[in-house]
């Protein structure tokens, strides 16, 4: 697994990103990927999950309502879909995988995998 995250940029408060997660192993679809974030000064916060299959899906209490997470097996990538983007939500981006289901999907330790993150910025 050799995952890259993309499709961060700079975007107004109430802007919509849309992040990728590709694999260029080209095995995703047998983990479960991890959306993670860190803003200067704080810690990484797990934000979503979506298992192997795309069957459950998990989200932290600061995105729900705002993010979606999906994937497309068939070009080993995954998404994170974020609308309503707020000035808070400026951090970098980072996804990882773990085998087949999230777990304790906001424990960083448990993932096996991570990509390069990819920075999102919202003005207010």
């Known amino acids: 697994v050799q995952l890259q995250a993309s499709g961060g940029g700079l975007v107004q408060t109430g802007g919509s990103l849309r992040l990728s997660c590709a694999d260029s192993?080209?095995?995703?679809?047998?983990?479960?990927v991890g959306w993670f974030r860190q803003a200067p000064g704080k810690e990484r916060e797990g934000v979503a999950c979506?298992?192997?299959?795309?069957?459950?899906?998990y989200y932290a209490d600061s995105v729900k309502g705002r993010v979606t997470v999906s994937r497309d097996n068939a070009k080993y990538t995954a998404y994170l879909q974020m609308t309503n983007l707020k000035p808070e939500d400026t951090a970098v981006y980072y996804c990882?995988?773990?085998?087949?289901?999230?777990?304790?999907?906001?424990?960083?330790?448990?993932?096996?995998?991570w990509g390069l993150g990819t920075q999102v910025t919202v003005s207010s």
């Open positions: 990882a995988s773990q085998d087949f289901e999230c777990g304790n999907y906001r424990d960083a330790s448990i993932y096996d995998y």
């Open positions: 192993g080209g095995s995703l679809d047998y983990y479960a």
């Open positions: 979506i298992s192997a299959g795309g069957g459950t899906t």
